[in-house]
């Protein structure tokens, strides 16, 4: 079983930067694929980034590519969202889940087993 905790919300300014962190304990997250979406108020869950246990493949939703990069240090068991140029609408509470079946990462809900409590982030304008 593994227990992921995001942190690095918070508020900020349209078109400023944040961190985000998910740090993974109770087993070694290096051979899944990881993933962070987020829920914005009375809406679905919806994808933003994922990343293959390597790094070496990203993929992103449409509307953050360019601003949002997903990471990962696999030696410090933690994953990480860089999210710049925000928008009032990337206003969410941005969650990290691990996909223990599926090494290369998906966009999907359904793929991901376990899931972080979330943090929020909200873009003033």
């Known amino acids: 079983q593994v227990q992921l905790a995001e942190s690095g919300g918070g508020l900020v300014q349209a078109g400023g930067s944040l961190r985000l962190s998910c740090a993974a304990s109770g087993r070694t997250i290096s051979s899944d694929g990881m993933g962070w979406f987020r829920q914005g108020p009375g809406q679905e869950r919806e994808f933003v980034a994922a990343?293959?246990?390597?790094?070496?493949?990203?993929y992103y939703a449409d509307s953050v590519k360019d601003r949002f990069f997903i990471s990962r240090d696999n030696a410090k068991n933690t994953v990480y969202l860089q999210m710049t140029s925000l928008k009032p609408e990337d206003t969410a509470v941005y969650y990290c889940a691990a996909d223990l079946r599926h090494g290369l990462g998906s966009r999907l809900v359904r793929e991901y087993d376990y899931w972080g409590q979330g943090t929020q982030v909200t873009v003033s304008s």
């Open positions: 990343i293959s246990w390597s790094g070496g493949t990203q």
